[in-house]
């Protein structure tokens, strides 16, 4: 055996060594060297826990100085333990390097028997409060220990409860007590198979047992993997004395904050009890007092506390949570610890903490998460709230909103318009709806993924989004949702948490965004120390105001198909998609250039001073057209009429025939990008001609502008090539005629893997690259997102094939490998290449990390994430997320 120490006094620690002694026993071992009033113990180190991992006899080596450590705690208190007239009793608890919980185990009361219960019950003069240690003790024990079905000990104490017709546990009279405990006795042998031991040594050895054993039950290990906790960690074993609140008048017990854990006000916040255990404060068996009372109960107690929290609170340089116990006009601390609280309070308290010399402000910047950033960004579901789910579903798009359902777009619209929050409900939701989003407070869809149309336009527009519902039917003739026996019919109420993917029956009490000047004052100091730019994906001007007060550095990707969408515009995308020669084709073109260059405009000019990436159009042609069953009614309609033969009916049937033409058996991998301004390089022209006429206008106008053009979907050099040419030659031609002289640049999106591998050859006909990562990764698996996130994914996840969906979440090993091999193979042709992401994954903390450790100049995501990102690429830069 190794010279390694596995037991420390709390003498031999200090918060520096929470690695090795565990979270709650560093801090103990830290207090004792303030000397503060702290129950004596020791602790067995995480060490030992993983050695005991890896062979159980490790625990035979290191009992001999588990026992000396007994023994030395027997010296100081003065007693005997689990005997004696004033027996020594301990409390067995876990601790591991960072909070996990109610993950672990642990046992009080340890050393109680049939002879040290008498003991207690003379030493404490209080023979009722001992047999309820006592009881509490077989049954944590039990339970803990030897896997005793805790329901069989309730059984006992509930039906004392009601014999005795109390509500309670602390009602139950002493000499029923008595009764519990040999019950419960009984009840451990036949769980068991033997007495319930009454040694104290082979009681702590067990416990100690159970202890690190708990570093692998199944609650331990799922949280380690939802928080992403190493296993290699362990628990360490916190052996303490116990101290009691419950002896009489002069004990109490309590917990308390130093600021307020939910606003983050500077004030001593918590409650206590007077004559109580700690578990009555937490149980809710008495009602607990604030803790300003507690100057009136106990004046002297309340002073020292107070003190001794301001102490531990300038000490730790954090807000502290704290939990303590009055013995006999004696207080004891029984555990501090940076506190949980509410995102709102967060940010007040690391922006307070500043203001006071606490705190530097990248530390402030470390306190506040990017989760904590999400929460205050949007409205959410009340964690209180006790609603029944009626679906889960993918959470597209985040916040939550409530309102009555209703099945159409204009439905939507005329709702809205007369005061009534509506929830649009919808299978699919297409280009033809989208006034019907603008209306809705959120969005419900039976089908499609986290890119389908209603996730993007939603994310886009801040509306949460619960799409891909698939256990719920969505009846547009019915009008209604169903799931088996439920039915939520046109007019009831229900709540989207987009969030979370739930949608609940029924109005859902929601908490409000919260966006104070503490707030803002947290992102600004975040950008001091990020490396990373964040940008935003915007395809309007009101995208690019709200990106640009968000934070936003420049527009990342403005998405031209999109300024497709609106109603007035869809008919003339759809006379350009039906066209049947190049004469045609430049009418509908000249139509839509009018438009772009407005849109352009607005967008540079809202950006003035900051770069935008406008990409030229890509989507499959097929979205824009109108749904097959549609014309089909459309038609029967007109034969109905007697209006077979007429050119109405002709023009139906050329749409569908051209509907019938643009079928692709992959529309992710068919016509689309920069494949269709191959083929019509009038499209591409016309939208380069829109930029470059709003460029001029804005010149004119003196206004600072940095336009960029990305061209989707390239694969090879000579795709960049033929682009490049075009539209160098259409600016050329508009700086000759108007004798004016603008800056451009031209790069492409990188979104297959055969663009990553020659990203050499392409870098030579391009200024930038940005990564689409939601293509990239679709065609780096082989994976259609809709139809994988819809069918497999989730059982991939749950079977561990794959550790999270990598539409949520960057996959390293295969997208990020590309993209370090297009970074490498880019800038080694053009040192000076600037290089982003534009996909999902730019707003999402890990994969901003990545892209930080990859030297990427930027990340873009939604508007609505951007101080998300910017919270996200300060930690990336502190290399507090990886």
Known sequence: MNAEKYVYSFREGNAEMKNLLGGKGANLAQMVQYGLPVPQGFI??????????????????????????????????????????????????SGAPVSMPGMMDTVLNLGLNDESVESLARASSDRRFAFDSYRRFIQMYGNVVHGVNGDAFEEVLEHAKKTLGVTFDNEIPEKDLVEVVA???????????????????????????????????????????????????????????????????????????????????????????????????????????????????MPAIYDELFEITTNLEKAYKDMQDIEFTIERNKLYILQTRNGKRSAGAAVKIAVDMVNEGLIDKKTAVGRVSPEQVEMLLHRQVDPKAENEVLAKGLPASPGAGVGIVCFDADDAVELAKSGKKVILARPETCPDDIHGLFAAEAIVTSRGGMTSHAAVVARGLGKPCVSGCEDILIDLNKETISKGDRVVRKGDTITVDGSTGRVLIGGAPLKEASFSEDFKTVLSWSDEFARLQVWANGDTPEDARRARSFGAKGIGLCRTEHMFMAADRLPVMQRLVVADSYEERVKALDELKVMQKEDFYGILKEMQGLPVIIRLLDPPLHEFMPKERDLEEELAELVAAGKEHSPEADGVRKVMAKVESLKESNPM?????????????????????????????????????????????????????????????????????????????????????????????????????????????????????????????????????LPVNPFHELDRDGVGALMEIAVEKGRKVNPKLSIGICGEHGGNPSSIAFCHAVGLNYVSCSPFRVPVARISAAHAAMGKIS
């Open 183 to 297: 019950k419960f006795k009984e009840i451990f042998k036949k769980s068991a198979g033997f007495d319930f031991p009454s040694d104290p040594w082979q009681q702590l050895r067990n416990a100690v047992v159970a202890v690190f054993r708990s570093w692998g039950n199944p609650r331990a290990v799922t949280y380690r993997k939802l928080h992403k906790i190493p296993d290699t960690y362990g628990t360490a074993v916190n052996i303490v004395s116990m101290v009691y609140g419950n002896l009489g008048d002069d004990c109490g017990t309590g917990v308390c904050f130093t600021r307020n854990p939910s606003d983050g006000t500077k004030e001593l916040y918590g409650e206590f009890l007077v004559n109580a255990q700690g578990e009555d404060v937490v149980a809710g068996i008495r009602t607990p007092l604030p803790i300003a009372q507690l100057k009136d109960a």
């Open 44 to 93: 067995l180190t995480t060490h030992a826990c993983l050695e005991y991992g890896k062979d159980e006899k490790f625990l035979d080596g290191i009992w001999g100085d588990v026992v000396a450590a007994m023994n030395a705690l027997e010296k100081e208190t003065g007693k005997t333990f689990g005997s004696g007239e004033n027996p020594l009793l301990v409390s067995v608890r």
């Open 669 to 801: 991998l068919g016509f689309r990008g920069c494949r269709l301004g191959i083929v019509y390089p009038e499209i591409s022209a016309m939208q380069a001609s829109a930029i470059f006429e709003a460029v001029l206008q804005l010149v004119d106008e003196g206004i600072d502008i940095h336009p960029e053009i990305m061209i989707p979907l390239v694969g090879v050099k000579t795709e960049m090539e033929f682009f490049r040419k075009q539209i160098d030659e259409i600016a050329k031609d508009y700086m000759e005629k108007s004798g004016k002289k603008f800056s451009y640049l031209v790069g492409t999106m990188i979104e297959v893997p055969h663009a990553a591998f020659v990203a050499d050859q392409i870098a030579e006909h391009a200024e930038f690259f940005s990564f689409g990562t939601n293509d990239l990764t679709q065609t780096t698996f082989g994976y259609s997102r809709d139809d994988a996130e819809g069918k497999f994914l989730g059982h991939y996840e749950d079977k561990g094939i």
